[in-house]
Structure formats: structure tokens, C-alpha cells
């Protein structure tokens, strides 16, 4: 069965009239034209898919219009919907069945379209009733399109003049129009043709034609006097015009519109107006007035339908007829998919079954293909895949992706051609056998190769590229790939818009198979192997794991690679140093993840790689492993240094053959060399074009990067290793071999390993640290510390002093590799024991205070002295007599503190005269320089001396902290008195003290000599501030006395007894020692004498200062001004001057 046979119509007879674009345009006038029009009409009417959105349109406008109809205006409806979606088609048709077109045949437009819905016909029908009330029915369309003139009325009047067939132009019309009122169009057309003219060619000359001028003249004598003034008459009366206004449209379009008296039910399409307007504001804004004058203007008989890609709120422009457009109708995908299924791939009732079980049976590989992208099978697919056959869904997604990714400009030319493809695919599959599905290459041909090469999408040389692919083996399919690989690149490959589709050899092969009835396996295997083919012949370029076509720069970028291979393999020098540093670079990746667990503790141990001719260094905590190879050494060479090292050495040899790899070893050096040199020297470029040679250059390093590291660590598992002494190590890869190697070296590097190999010493660390004298048990020793070897080895190390870190080393290193938990566990099992002293800086370490944060920072020593618990009790007995309340095993720690205190307290039993002088501390000293228990048990020994020096010393101290208070109070009060007789009669009893140092003597001497001082220092203060006192009451009676005084308010008295300072006279204190003292340091004796003798002075200038107060102040007057003509004016002003100086004589001087 062949394909042609399942459908509805054969494709080889089914012709697509219209190449599946439809035009609003009006009939040509030659009727060869005319012909083909109508042929075109009448196939858009007859394959009309009145269906989805179309119908939904249909409906939505028809009934709006019957719906407003006795309304002011209809309001303005817009079409909208992506290029290709059938908005022209769907206003094409609406126009013609909107009049029910009539065909030269008789037949009708609505007669026509098959399934036209019941709702879309009883509409129409009621259309046809509503007109015959008033003008009957009319429809005009047009496209406004970018190439419109300015002036969008113009442009309308026009499409509405060539619907009642007007010339477009506007004067041409008005002077038709005019013709036919005057009932004259038939004469002067007959007048035209007896010249010998055509009637349109002199209307379009129509100022400047004779033929026409006379032809007027002939029909009506008294129009003019001459063809020369009906020319100018007809200039002057139907003139040109470049705009017109709203009121002039309405009123051309009534009147060429207007059908005994009255409008039709007129509806005029407007097609691309969103193209018309673009990104001119302007236009929107004549669309915008147009849509809401002109149809309020011409009432409810006229509505107006236009069309755009976007919707109304797609844009800002369009956004603001929104309000101009209320009614709306948007065209989706589906809609066209729909009209393709109906016109082109309508199945013949009998033939679904049989595609359906075809489909059925190979779901499978339907379903596989392009599984990993967005456009993967859909439950939905199954629903339309056998409508869709032969193009399978992901395809026919395949193909709307890619038209409207490689439609640059965005002018939708390739999106309009869907129709035409669909037919086009199944014209070309139809003689082929049930089964043979539509390849995804086939768009490439189909029409849009033409249109890509003109919009610059499609390159020539990669034009001519795909095309020379046919004349080589295979050359069909090759040809396929390299469309496909040219279409895939255009798609988007990041964002929202990216589908995940990759030009890679699933992808191709999916997109690759047309025969349903054979299996895809062996396509799917020569797909990868012709890519291969196409990449080495440089018509295409892998980048990644996609491909790519191949470019002029990416010809370059391929011969600069060749250029650095070449000369890589031509330089045996530098091959040799890479070769030889690869293997370094592999041996240590390969072996830097190998670690080495050394006995039941699992001690990590270090192996160290080393290369070249000379044997490595034997000293350090590392097993050596000395590699070499068969470039550069022979392996019985290496054996023999093996067995000469002995079978003692911690060493392991390695070598790596020259095996039948070395040449492919090379020359994958050679592509990764020359990948690498090419990216480098040719860097970042600035073109598409090579920024994709680069990416494809990329993923040939990538790919020469993993087959050469894939030779090389094949080669190194071949390597053979030997222990020192020369016995080989067998296994299957170079990490198992080195590694069992290594670790039967380890207890020739550490043979005293074992005494220490116990995975528990961090138990041990954590008892000793809280005291416990048994922490050893945790590894198993039940004796004491010092008889475990780890701790025996660690005492004799330490000996006379040791640092933590002279310790963990020692012990870390080669010989024993101690863990160093073992090391730390030891250090503090010692220190808890008494048996290692532990010191960081001055400061003794408290027993459980060290861990393994300051272990390296510590000093250790061995103890040779050992104190009793009785003695340990006594000490800290002792230390409490000075306030210590020491702990157990805080005694090394609290000594130093002792001490210290004991140094104080020495120091405040003594001082400057006149205190005694301070004890001795020599002794005290000489215990402070000896530390641990050797200091402790110096201190035992002295414990009678100091617990004596303890009581001694506080008991003066305490003396002296009560009597040097009064001793300051003394020589305070002796320099107070210094000129009275009772400084002399006791200074030489405070000389006495202070050289003798006798202020701690019994009895107590200060306390007469303060008493004796402060009773003549009370007299004295009390005399003299008797006589200030007196003085005092003096002045002020003085003051009350003088009548100057009396006149002060009390403000001014105040303010002035303040600034001479007799306002009052200070009080004095003193009663105790401490008040006498605190007066005189206010104010000295010397000064309250003074201040008696002072105060009478101090009065008298207060008097003189209350007189000067007193005194009146000078006022101005200014003297009344004025002209003065003779005597009595005069007179007149010397008396209003005297006035004038009277009033001011009553506060004081005046001065004129």
C-alpha cells in the first residue's frame, strides 16, 4: 500500500492554488488575472477549516455586529496571531461571505466552505435579513502593510473606492463619483474608447488629457469654453490631496458607499495594521483617531476588522487601541495545525485503522525519538499522530522551531510557508510504501533554503558545502546530516527559548529515520561513523559533543593544528620531555590518593615519588619509589640496583615498559600538543564564525586530552615494581603494586613500631589526663608507668630536659614512628605520676592541665625528688597561713605564689623612716630559683622559719597600719604650728622618732605630741577668728550708719558686699584634730590674721563705691527743630527748648 492511497484527496492532484498564503486583495483587471483570482478565491472558500479559533472568530464578529447594529457605532475588532496563523485568511473569508460572494457560475461564497457551524450560518443569514432594510451588503479589504503611504485615511478611502470599483486615487474617484451623479460616466467612457483610448490610462492623466477634456465637452458643450479650461476646471475641482480629513473621509465614504439613500452593512478589513504602524508613534496615533472618528462618524452600519501579530497588550503601541479595538480574536498554533490536517493530510475514512495499527506497532521508535528534549512525545501526540502522518509530531515541532529561529529578520516570510511545506512533504512521500515517514531534513529543501541564502542566514560556502556532500559514498544521507546539522545550529541553545536539542548522533539519527517497517539500528550505527567521515574531511567541526558546520575560519583553526602536530613529531627532543613529563604528571595522579595504614593502630604512612637516573635519599619519614622507563633505561638495569640496595633497604623500584603503546602514545602527544598550541596562539576571536572554530578546537583537546591520559594509564598498569633486595610485586594495576610494595617496607623504615602499635593510647591520653594512675591498662600494661617500653624510651630521651617537640619527633621518626597519641599519652601519663616536670615558659604545668594543644610548646624534665603525702599536706598547710587555699597536685603551682606573698608581706613590715626596715628576703629568693619537687621540699625543710616570719611579719604590719595615720597627722599639724612657741617645745620629739625609727615602740609616742599641737592650734584659730568677727560686726554697723548706704535697695547692698568680700566672715571647725586640720587648709592662720586687720579697709571702699552709685548720670536732649523767620518765633522756641530741658533736670544733668 502506498501513501497516496490513505488520503482523503491524492496529493498528486490536491494543488495548494494560493502556495498556502492567503492576500486581501482585490480582483485583478485583466482577465487572465481576474481568472486566476477567482480560481484562488474559490479554493480558499472550498478548503476553508471553519473550525477552533477560525470559527470562534467568526461568531465573535458577526454576532457583535448584528449585536450593535441599533446602537451609535460598532465598535473596532482586532485580529491578531503569529505569521503564518491564518489572520489574513480568516478576514478574507469573512469578507466574501460576509457578501456572499457570487461567482461567474452562480455559485455562492457561503455555499462553498464544508462544516461551516450552524451558529456561523443562521448569523450570516440574519446579516442578509438586516441588510435588506437597509443599504444590502458590502465588504471591503485591503493591506496596509509597511509600504502604506502617510496617511492612513488616504489608504482607506482608497481599499473602499476600489471595493464599489473607484479608482484608488482620490481625485480620480471624486471625478468617477462626480461622472456618475451627473450621469455621464457611460458617455465620456464611450467618447474615450470612439478616440481610440483607454479610459483608465487617461483617468490616471486626468489634468493633463485632451482626449479626456473633450470627451466632457462632447457629453456636456457648457461645462467650459475649451479643453484648456476643462483641464483647469478639473484640476481646481478634483485636485490631488495628501491628507484628508476625518469629516472629508466620512463624507467620500458615504457617498461612495451610499445606495438609494441609504448605507449598506459594510464592513471593511484592514490587513498588517501592526506592520503599518511598526515603531511609529505617529501611526498609531492616525490609527487611534481613524478607529474612533471615523466609525462613531459612520454610525452602526460600518465596522472595521484589522489585523496584527500581537495583541492588543503585546506592546506599547498597540496598548493604547486597546480602548479602539474591544473586540478581540487571537489565532493560535493549533488553529493551523488544524487547517493543515483538514486541507492536506485528511485521512479516507477506511485507511485510519490501518495507519492507526502502523503507528500502533512502531510507537516504540516513535517514542524514542527526541526523547531527552523539550519536544519530546506527549500523551496528547497519540491523540493526533495518525491525523498527523506522515510527519511525526516531534518533527512537525522540530520544523516550527527552526522556522521561526532562522527568521532573523523577524518578518515571518518562513512561518507563512507552513501550509505549503506540509503539502510539499506529503506530495513527496506519496508513491512511497505505507510507512515511510517525513525525515527532519526535508524542511531544508523544502523551500526555506532559497529564503535563508537571500536573508543571509544560510552562508553560500556552507550552502555549497552541504550540497557536494551527494556526490561522495553515502551521499544522500550525508547530505541529510549536514542539513540537519546547519538547521539544529540555528536553534536557540540557552534561555527559556533553548528546547535541548543537539546536533548530536542521537539527536540525527532521530531525526534521520523515514522507514517505519525496517529497524533503526543500522542507520544508528552508521550515523556516528559518517560524522567521523564529515569532521575528518572538514565539512563539518565537533564542539563537544555536538556538531557543527564548518567554517571558513574553522578551516584556519584545523590548519594550525595540523602545523603544531607536525612539528611536535618532527622535534624528538621536545616529544621526549613531554613524554617523559606526562608520565611524571600520570604516576603521581595515579598514586597521590594511595594511602598506607601501618599496623593495628593504622598509622598513616607517605610514600615519595621519585624519577630520573640518580637513586633517591634514603633519610625522612617517606618510602621511596624510584620510577623509571623503557625510554630511558633497560629493566634489568633496574633489577639490578634492586638487589644491590639489599633486602634491608625501605626502597621500591619501578619501571615502566616501551610496549606496543609507545607509537599511539605518541602520536595522541602529538593531537594534545597541537590542540593546546592552536587555542593558545590563535586566542579569543570576535566572529561567530570563530568563536565556534574555537569551541570545536576545544573539544578536540578534550577529546586528544582523555585518549592520551587513557594510553598512558593503561601503560602504567604494565609498569613492574620491586622491593629493595630485588623481589618482584605482582597485580593488575600500578596503585595495587606500589602500595603492597610500600607497605612491606614499612617495618624495615620503623622496627620499633610495635612496641607502640596500639590503637587505643588516645584512651590512655584521656585517664591520665583526669588523674587516673592506672591509664596505661587502656593499652593493655597493668605495671607501673615507667616499665612500659614507650614510657621508658621517653624518660631516658627526656633526661635533663627535653621540648615537646625534640620529643614527638624522636619518636615520630623512622626507627620507631611512634603515633603520636603514644607520645602524647606517654608525656602526661609521666607528668600525672610526678615522674616528668612540665613547664611552658616560667610557669609550672598543673598536673591534668596538659594536652596536646601544649605539649610542643612545653619543657619537659625527669623528677629526681619525691614528697611524701604528709609532707604534701604540711605545705599546703602552710600556704593557707598566707591565704593560698592550694589543692592537690596544684602544689608545684601554688609554691611560686607563696612565695610571692611571703616577698610582700616582708615589704610591708618595713620602710622609710620613721617605720623599721624591711626584713630580709635573700632566703626567700633562693626558693624561688628551684623548681618542681625540689622546690617543694626546700620549703619543707624552712617550714618552721617561715611559719615564724608568717607571724612576725603580719603582726607588724598590722602595728604599722595603725599608727602611720597619725604620724601624718602629726607632721601636719607640726607645719601648721611652725610659728607658734609650741613648734619648738615638740620638734625635738619628732626628730627623736624619725631617726631612731621608733614609730612602732611601746607606748605609742605620737598620739601626746598630736594632742599638745592640735590644743595651741584650737587657740590660736579661735583668737584670731574672733578678732575677723568682730571687725566684721564693726563694718557692718558702720555701714548701717551712713546715709549714703541707706539708699541702696538690698539687691545693690548685697551685690556690693560681695565684690569687696565682707558679705560674711568664713566659720571655723574645731573640735577634733582632723577639723583643725581641714580649716587651715581652707585658710591658713597667717591669712584669717590678716583678714582681720583687711576688713575695715574692705568697708570703706564698699561706702565709696555706694556714693559713686548713687551719683546722677548726664542725659542728652536733643532741642526741638524749626525755621526761625523773626523775634516771636524766636520767643516760641526758646520756650518749648526750656521745657524741653526742665523735664530732663528731674533725673539729672543735662547736656544740650
Avoid at 614 to 641: F, Q
Avoid at 732 to 738: G, R
Avoid at 926 to 955: P, T
Wanted: with cysteine; proline share 4%.
Amino acid at each position: 500500500m502506498k501513501n497516496r492511497e490513505i488520503y482523503d484527496e491524492d496529493p498528486r492532484v490536491n494543488t495548494l492554488l494560493n502556495q498556502g498564503v492567503a492576500k486581501v486583495n482585490a480582483p485583478e483587471s485583466d482577465p487572465e488575472g481576474k481568472t486566476r483570482w477567482l480560481d484562488t478565491l474559490r479554493f480558499e472558500l472550498t478548503k476553508f477549516v471553519c473550525d477552533g479559533q477560525y470559527a470562534e472568530g467568526m461568531t465573535r464578529i458577526l454576532s457583535t455586529y448584528l449585536g450593535h447594529l441599533d446602537k451609535a457605532e460598532q465598535p473596532g475588532v482586532w485580529v491578531s496571531g503569529f505569521f503564518g496563523s491564518g489572520k489574513s485568511h480568516l478576514v478574507k473569508m469573512l469578507q466574501h461571505l460576509w457578501i456572499d460572494f457570487e461567482f461567474p457560475d452562480g455559485s455562492k461564497a457561503r455555499g462553498l466552505p464544508k462544516n461551516v457551524p450552524t451558529n456561523i450560518k443562521d448569523l450570516l443569514k440574519e446579516l442578509s435579513t438586516q441588510a435588506k432594510r437597509m443599504g444590502g451588503l458590502h465588504a471591503a479589504g485591503g493591506t496596509l502593510g509597511a509600504g502604506a503611504g502617510d496617511s492612513v485615511r488616504l489608504e482607506v478611502l482608497s481599499i473602499v473606492f476600489r471595493s464599489v470599483g473607484l479608482p484608488e486615487h482620490f481625485a480620480s474617484a471624486n471625478f468617477v463619483m462626480w461622472l456618475r451623479h451627473e450621469g455621464l460616466e457611460e458617455a465620456v467612457r464611450e467618447q474615450v474608447k470612439n478616440a481610440g483610448r483607454d479610459f483608465d490610462l487617461e483617468l490616471a492623466n486626468l489634468y493633463v488629457s485632451d482626449v479626456m477634456a473633450k470627451a466632457i465637452l462632447a457629453v456636456r458643450p457648457d461645462f467650459a469654453n475649451s479643453s484648456a479650461e476643462v483641464k483647469m476646471l478639473l484640476e481646481k475641482q478634483f485636485p490631488e490631496k495628501d491628507d484628508v480629513t476625518i469629516d472629508e473621509m466620512v463624507a467620500k465614504t458615504k457617498q461612495a458607499l451610499t445606495r438609494d439613500g441609504k448605507l449598506p452593512c459594510t464592513l471593511i478589513v484592514l490587513d498588517e495594521v501592526q506592520q503599518y504602524i511598526g515603531d511609529s508613534v505617529e501611526r498609531g496615533y492616525e490609527i487611534d483617531i481613524l478607529q474612533r472618528q471615523f466609525t462613531s462618524k459612520m454610525g452602526a452600519s460600518l465596522m472595521v476588522v484589522a489585523t496584527g501579530q500581537n495583541a492588543l497588550n503585546g506592546t506599547p503601541l498597540l496598548q493604547k487601541l486597546q480602548g479602539d479595538f474591544p473586540v478581540t480574536v487571537e489565532l493560535q498554533d493549533t488553529d493551523v495545525e488544524q487547517v493543515t490536517r483538514e486541507v492536506v493530510l485528511k485521512k479516507k475514512p477506511s485507511s485510519v485503522e490501518t495507519v492507526k495499527k502502523l503507528l500502533e506497532d512502531h510507537s516504540g521508535e516513535i517514542e524514542r525519538q527526541l526523547s531527552n528534549t523539550k519536544i519530546a512525545s506527549t500523551t496528547r501526540d497519540r491523540q493526533l499522530i495518525v491525523q498527523d502522518y506522515p510527519i511525526l509530531p516531534t518533527r512537525r515541532r522540530f520544523w516550527e522551531r527552526v522556522l521561526r529561529a532562522v527568521d532573523k529578520a523577524g518578518t515571518g516570510a518562513q512561518l507563512r510557508n507552513q501550509l505549503w511545506i506540509v503539502y510539499d512533504a506529503v506530495l513527496k512521500t506519496a508513491d512511497y510504501d505505507l510507512g515511510t515517514v517525513v525525515s527532519g531534513a526535508f524542511i531544508y529543501d523544502s523551500s526555506i533554503k532559497s529564503k535563508m541564502l537571500q536573508s543571509g542566514v544560510l552562508l553560500q560556502e556552507i550552502s555549497e558545502t552541504i550540497a557536494k556532500q551527494k556526490q561522495e559514498d553515502d551521499g544522500d544521507l550525508r547530505y541529510q546530516l549536514c542539513a540537519l546539522i546547519f538547521l539544529v545550529g540555528q536553534l536557540p541553545h540557552e534561555g527559556p527559548a533553548d528546547a535541548g536539542i543537539r546536533a548530536n548522533p542521537d539527536t540525527l539519527a532521530d531525526l534521520l529515520v523515514t522507514d517505519l517497517n525496517v529497524s533503526s539500528a543500522e542507520l544508528r550505527k552508521k550515523v556516528p561513523e559518517l560524522l567521523e567521515k564529515l569532521v575528518a574531511s572538514g565539512a563539518v567541526m565537533q564542539v563537544e559533543d555536538e556538531y557543527r558546520m564548518q567554517t571558513r575560519e574553522g578551516a584556519e583553526w584545523n590548519q594550525a593544528f595540523q602545523e603544531a602536530r607536525n612539528k611536535l613529531l618532527t622535534d624528538s627532543g621536545k616529544l621526549a620531555s613531554e613524554r617523559s613529563q606526562l608520565l611524571k604528571t600520570h604516576c603521581s595522579e595515579i598514586l597521590k590518593k594511595s594511602k598506607l595504614a601501618h599496623g593495628v593502630s593504622k598509622e598513616t604512612r607517605k610514600f615519595a615519588l621519585h624519577f630520573g637516573p640518580d637513586a633517591p635519599s634514603t633519610d625522612g619519614g617517606e618510602i621511596p619509589v624510584w620510577i623509571r622507563d623503557g625510554w630511558e633505561v633497560e629493566e634489568k638495569t633496574v633489577l639490578a640496583d634492586a638487589r644491590t640496595a639489599g633486602d634491608e633497604a625501605a626502597i621500591v623500584y619501578g619501571f615502566i615498559p616501551r610496549s606496543d603503546k609507545a607509537e599511539a602514545i605518541k602520536q595522541s602527544i602529538a593531537n594534545y600538543y597541537a590542540a593546546e598550541k592552536t587555542l593558545e596562539i590563535k586566542g579569543t576571536p570576535s566572529s561567530d564564525e570563530g568563536l565556534d572554530a574555537k569551541k570545536s578546537m576545544e573539544t578536540r583537546h578534550t577529546q586528544a586530552l582523555k585518549h592520551r591520559n587513557d594510553l598512558v594509564f593503561e601503560l602504567l598498569d604494565e609498569a613492574s615494581v620491586y622491593l629493595a633486595g630485588g623481589e618482584q610485586v605482582n597485580g593488575l594495576l600500578l596503585t595495587s603494586k606500589v602500595e603492597d610494595a610500600a607497605k612491606s617496607c614499612l617495618d624495615r623504615l620503623y622496627p620499633q613500631f610495635h612496641l607502640a602499635d596500639s590503637p587505643d593510647w588516645h584512651k590512655a591520653f584521656e585517664r591520665a589526663k583526669k588523674g587516673d594512675g592506672d591509664a596505661l591498662a587502656a593499652v593493655g600494661h597493668k605495671g607501673d608507668p615507667d616499665a612500659h617500653p614507650v614510657c621508658k624510651a621517653v624518660l631516658d630521651f627526656v633526661g635533663t630536659g627535653k621540648k615537646g617537640t625534640e620529643v614527638r619527633r624522636n619518636f615520630g621518626n623512622p626507627q620507631y614512628g611512634w603515633p603520636q597519641d603514644a607520645i602524647d599519652a606517654a608525656l602526661v601519663v609521666l607528668h600525672t605520676g610526678g615522674q616528668l616536670q612540665a613547664r611552658i615558659g616560667s610557669e609550672l604545668v598543673v598536673k591534668g592541665k596538659l594536652d596536646q594543644k601544649n605539649i610542643t610548646t612545653a619543657e619537659f624534665r625527669v623528677e629526681t625528688v619525691t614528697l611524701s603525702k604528709v609532707q604534701l599536706i604540711a605545705l599546703r598547710g602552710l600556704f593557707k597561713k598566707v591565704g593560698l587555699n592550694t589543692t592537690p597536685n596544684n602544689e608545684s603551682i601554688d609554691a611560686l605564689k607563696f612565695l610571692n606573698r611571703m616577698v610582700k608581706l616582708a615589704e610591708e613590715s618595713g620602710g622609710d623612716a620613721p617605720l623599721p626596715k624591711q626584713p630580709s628576703t635573700a632566703h626567700l629568693t633562693d626558693l624561688s630559683n628551684r623548681v618542681g619537687n625540689d622546690q617543694l621540699m626546700a620549703i619543707h625543710e624552712n617550714k618552721s622559719q617561715l611559719e615564724q616570719e608568717i607571724a612576725d611579719w603580719q603582726s607588724q604590719r598590722d602595728v604599722i597600719l595603725k599608727r602611720l595615720p597619725k604620724w601624718k597627722q602629726l607632721t601636719a599639724l607640726l607645719d601648721n604650728s611652725i610659728d607658734l612657741p609650741v613648734a619648738a617645745e615638740v620638734q625635738p620629739d619628732v626628730d627623736a622618732i624619725q631617726e631612731n625609727r621608733s614609730l612602732l615602740v611601746d607606748p605609742d609616742p605620737v598620739p601626746g605630741l598630736v594632742s599638745k599641737l592640735t590644743d595651741a592650734l584650737r587657740e590660736e584659730v579661735n583668737q584670731a577668728h574672733a578678732a575677723c568677727t568682730a571687725s566684721h560686726e564693726q563694718g557692718l554697723t558702720d555701714l548701717d550708719d551712713s546715709p549714703t548706704w541707706q539708699q541702696l535697695t538690698a539687691e545693690q547692698r548685697y551685690d556690693l558686699l560681695s565684690a569687696n568680700s565682707v558679705r560674711q566672715v568664713p566659720n571655723v571647725a574645731i573640735g577634733t584634730t582632723e577639723e583643725i586640720l581641714e580649716t587651715l587648709r581652707q585658710t591658713k592662720l597667717s591669712e584669717m590674721k590678716a583678714l582681720s586687720d583687711a576688713l575695715p579697709t574692705r568697708f570703706t571702699k564698699a561706702v565709696n563705691a555706694a556714693a559713686k552709685l548713687l551719683e546722677p548720670k548726664a542725659q542728652h536732649v536733643s532741642l526741638p527743630g524749626g525755621t526761625i523767620k523773626n523775634g516771636d518765633d524766636l520767643k516760641t522756641w526758646l520756650v518749648s527748648a526750656e521745657e524741653a530741658i526742665k523735664a530732663k533736670l528731674k533725673d539729672g544733668p543735662v547736656i544740650v
